[in-house]
Nanobody, 119 residues
């Protein structure tokens, strides 16, 4: 069964930091795991992913500010977000990633966690 549970979102001032966590069921914790985000005005986009070997990818809009990591023993993925900007405001989702397509390999999404960057 595929299941992910995201946590760690909240309200933060511009320039602040947050760390998101994602606990994935065994079958959902695949080689490439990523964080996506979505706002009411934009389609869901891939923000970052990390492979089992530790190779990472970041969208240009977050590169240098966000860091993705994973703990394979705990089936958990993290997203450390620094120097947050108002445009980072979105619902953040954790999911598997099909490299090259930047979408999950299945039609399933968790509930996500809301990140709001505002003064």
């Amino acid at each position: 069964q595929v299941q992910v549970v995201e946590s760690g979102g909240g309200l933060v001032q511009p320039g602040g930091s947050l760390t998101l966590s994602c606990a994935a069921s065994g079958s959902a914790f695949i080689d490439a795991m990523g964080w996506y985000r979505q706002t009411p005005r934009k389609r869901r986009e891939l923000v970052a992913f990390i492979t089992d070997s530790g190779r990472t990818f970041y969208a240009a809009s977050v590169k240098g500010r966000f860091t993705i990591s994973r703990d394979n023993a705990k089936n958990t993925v993290y997203l450390q977000m620094n120097i947050l900007k108002p445009e980072d405001t979105a619902v953040y989702y954790c999911n598997g990633v099909l490299e090259g397509l930047d979408v999950p390999p299945w039609d399933y999404w968790g509930q996500g966690t809301q990140v709001t960057v505002s003064s």
